[in-house]
T-cell receptor, first 111, second 114 residues
Framework: GESVGLHLPTLSVQEGDNSIINCAYS??????FIWYKQESGKGPQFIID?????DKRQGQRVTVLLNKTVKHLSLQIAATQPGDSAVYFC??????????FGKGTRLSVIA | DSGVTQTPKHLITATGQRVTLRCSPR?????VYWYQQSLDQGLQFLIQ???????AKGNILERFSAQQFPDLHSELNLSSLELGDSALYFC?????????????FGSGTRLTVV
């Protein structure tokens, strides 16, 4: 698929374990952050977002943590499943400029 | 189906040629964004249009150009193609240019320059 050829760091996780994907963002003025998931052969798909006035947000099986002090964003996936295998991108935004994407992390789930 | 339609899905062409990539945004979205994804890079922002007008420009080469038409579909034109232009090209759309609600991406066009 399209994302297979990307030269990215890889995180391998056992099925059922929790995954933590990290992202260092670049601009301390960024006020909005998003995590995207890109499966093979597809475009990036929105997972969860967080605004700079928050430090944690939870979704279904996913949690995003924001540490503005060190410009760090993380995505936690609970009970990782084979369907979670994909490339994960963080993106930052300073309103109203377009989203700036990080390089991505490949998550590989071992059944 | 995300609602953003990109055509063609695959394109193979020779160096020096010109191609046009097409994008239809999700219904109701007025803003269109083009991103390039190559092997060693993440998603690199190229250009943004809102309601027919260019809104923001990123790392877009002078050989590349884009436009958004009255029906809101957008085209990305790539000319004098080089081997290094081989990449995935994604279109995304959003309701408004100042939105902080994320973008909806299409499935991309894979361009191979030989």
């Amino acid at each position: 698929g399209e994302s297979v050829g990307l030269h990215l760091p890889t995180l391998s996780v056992q099925e059922g374990d929790n995954s933590i994907i990290n992202c260092a963002y670049s601009n301390s003025a960024s006020d909005y952050f998003i995590w995207y998931k890109q499966e093979s052969g597809k475009g990036p798909q929105f997972i969860i977002d967080i605004r700079s006035n928050m430090d944690k947000r939870q979704g279904q099986r996913v949690t995003v943590l924001l540490n503005k002090t060190v410009k760090h964003l993380s995505l936690q996936i609970a009970a990782t499943q084979p369907g979670d295998s994909a490339v994960y991108f963080c993106a930052e935004n300073i309103h109203p400029t377009p989203l700036v994407f990080g390089k991505g992390t490949r998550l590989s789930v071992i059944a | 189906d995300s609602g953003v339609t990109q055509t063609p899905k695959h394109l193979i062409t020779a160096t020096g040629q010109r191609v046009t990539l097409r994008c239809s945004p999700r219904s109701g979205d007025l803003s269109v964004y083009w991103y390039q994804q190559s092997l060693d890079q993440g998603l690199q922002f190229l250009i943004q249009y809102y309601n027919g007008e260019e809104r923001a420009k990123g790392n877009i080469l002078e050989r590349f150009s884009a436009q958004q038409f009255p029906d809101l579909h957008s085209e990305l034109n790539l000319s004098s193609l080089e081997l290094g232009d081989s990449a995935l090209y994604f279109c995304a759309s959003s309701v408004a240019p100042e939105t902080n609600y994320g973008y909806t991406f299409g499935s991309g066009t894979r361009l191979t320059v030989v």
